[in-house]
Every structure is written in C-alpha cells, then in structure tokens.
C-alpha cells in the first residue's frame, strides 16, 4: 500500500542554520508529492509540490527534488528564520485519484533566535 | 490565490446540543473534504464530496452528518458528541482530487 514516512521530530535549530527533513514514500508508479505546513493555531498550508521524477518544488526559501530513483521528497532551506518554526508535514497523492492522500506523521521545527 | 473560509474559528459545545460547522470556497473546485485533526498528529481524512455527492465516508460515526448544499458550500452537522469528539475540523478543496487546498480550521471542544 501507499505510505510515507519521515523523520522524527521536534528538529530545533538556531536561526541562519541549514534545514533538512527527510521524507520517503512507498507507492505504485509516480504519485504527486506534497509538503504542508502548519504553523501554531493554524490549519494547514501547501508549501509545494512536485508532480513528477526529478521536479524541484520551491517556495519561501524551502525546496524539495522528487527522487524516483531513492523514493524520496526531502525537504531543504539554506537559512531558516525563527518565523518557520512550525509542523512539516509531507504527502503523497497516489496516481488513482479515488484513492486518498497520505500524511506523514509530520515533524515539529523550532528555530532559536 | 486559495482560500478556503471555515466558520466558527472555535466552538465550545455539550454533549447534548446540535452544532454545524461551514465552509466555503470560491475556486471552482469540485471536490471538498472533512478532515480530523488531533494534537500532534497528521489530519484523518473523514468525507469527501466530490461534484457536490458524498463519494467517500471514512467509517465515520453518525453523530457527524456532512452536507454539500452546492459547489461552494461544505457543511458538518455535530450531534451528541463525545470528549474525545474534541479536535480541530479541517475542511479543504480540490480540483483534481490531487493538490488539496486546506481553511484554517474549526477547533472544537466538547464538553
């Protein structure tokens, strides 16, 4: 079946430190790939996506490559601010679109000033 | 821009009262979704409506009652809720059933 998975959190780094998180899946042929996020009291927001193998999604800073080859869609800031302190979570969107979109268990982020 | 608008923003409800929550989205999208959110766990995915007919219903109890009255509108009808009902209600859109588009939510207390 479809799943995804990622690293555990919470993640705390200081501020203008560089962001990972990794993000795997396990899914049949190419799903679309999310990454929300959801910042404290909120609901969640689409920070990007890649459709295909070897997209790059980009957005405020954040990137993320769909790795077919390592089933993979980790995701990566070169400079984080205390402002994305936040939940991350990745997503995948199987091929059939009758079948529901899989969450991961989401990583808490906390940046120190 | 997405926008998906939920109202109310909180809810404070006993275990005997009827409550609803809305929602509304302006985007033309022809799917919409309920989705389930407790602390510090990813959403659970309860409906989905899809051009304005329930397509999918994920095994959920029947004290919650969705409603489609048309393309732009979302409802969830709460009647006889449980403590554990407590949570933050996610509504969100669709227009391909692929990239999701979430409101801010509804955080529900039930007491």
């Known amino acids: 079946g479809n799943s995804v998975t990622q690293m555990e959190g919470p993640v705390t780094l200081s501020e203008e430190a560089f962001l990972t998180i990794n993000c ?18 909120e609901g969640l927001q689409l920070l990007l996506k890649a459709t295909k193998a070897d ?4 957005n405020k800073g ?17 400079s984080v601010q ?3 302190s936040a939940v991350y979570f990745c997503a995948l969107s199987p091929m059939n679109r009758d079948d529901k979109i899989i969450f991961g268990k989401g990583t808490r982020l906390h940046i120190l000033p | 821009d997405t926008e998906v608008t939920q109202t109310p923003k909180h809810l404070v409800m006993g ?18 979704y309920w989705y389930k959110q407790k602390a510090k766990k990813p959403p659970e995915l309860m409906f989905v409506y899809s051009y304005e007919k329930l397509s999918i219903n994920e095994s959920v109890p029947s004290r919650f009652s969705p409603e489609c009255p048309n393309s732009s509108l979302l ?15 996610l509504c969100a859109s669709s227009q391909d059933q692929n990239t999701i588009y979430f409101g801010e939510g509804s955080w529900l207390t039930v007491v």
């Open chain 2, 15 to 32: 275990m005997t009262n009827k409550k609803s929550l809305k929602c509304e989205q302006h985007m033309g999208h022809r799917a919409m």
């Open chain 1, 62 to 78: 954040f990137e993320a490559t769909y790795r077919k080859e390592t089933t993979s869609f980790h995701l990566e800031k070169g």
């Open chain 1, 55 to 58: 997209d790059k999604g980009s």
């Open chain 1, 82 to 84: 205390v402002s994305d």
């Open chain 2, 75 to 89: 409802n969830l009808h709460l009647h006889a809720l449980q403590p554990e009902d407590s949570a933050l209600y």
């Open chain 1, 24 to 41: 795997t899946y396990t899914a049949t042929g190419y799903p679309s790939l999310f990454w929300y996020v959801q910042y404290p009291g």
